[in-house]
Nanobody, 112 residues
Framework: QVQLVESGGGLVQPGGSLRLSCAASGGIFSISTMAWYRQAPGKLREWVAT???????NYVDSVKGRFTISRDNAKKTVYLQMNALKPEDTAVYYC??????WGQGTQVTVSS
């Protein structure tokens, strides 16, 4: 069973940036598809971005051009660089990997 631990969340002003990290242990990270999801208060969990083992990426339309997902197989870590943040990006962000493992989540709050 893969264990995932997210970090990097926090409070940021609109227009600011944050970088989330998700460190994996167990499993074979290099062949796993990794993804980020988010859940805002009172809303369903929403898919945000995916990166495959071959580094193919996909994004939900609302973050295209602002967020970038990347991975470092040597460090068994996936990242989510978030730029030009908006209040509507406020949510708990979760890391996911092949095999349906989830992290505990990290809070991102975008507010002035």
């Amino acid at each position: 069973q893969v264990q995932l631990v997210e970090s990097g969340g926090g409070l940021v002003q609109p227009g600011g940036s944050l970088r989330l990290s998700c460190a994996a242990s167990g499993g074979i990270f290099s062949i796993s598809t990794m993804a980020w999801y988010r859940q805002a208060p009172g809303k369903l969990r929403e898919w945000v971005a995916t990166i495959t083992s071959t580094t193919t990426t996909n994004y939900v339309d609302s973050v295209k051009g602002r967020f970038t997902i990347s991975r470092d197989n040597a460090k068994k870590t996936v990242y989510l660089q978030m730029n030009a943040l908006k209040p509507e990006d406020t949510a708990v962000y979760y890391c996911w990997c092949t095999g349906n493992s989830w992290g505990q989540g990290t809070q991102v709050t975008v507010s002035s």
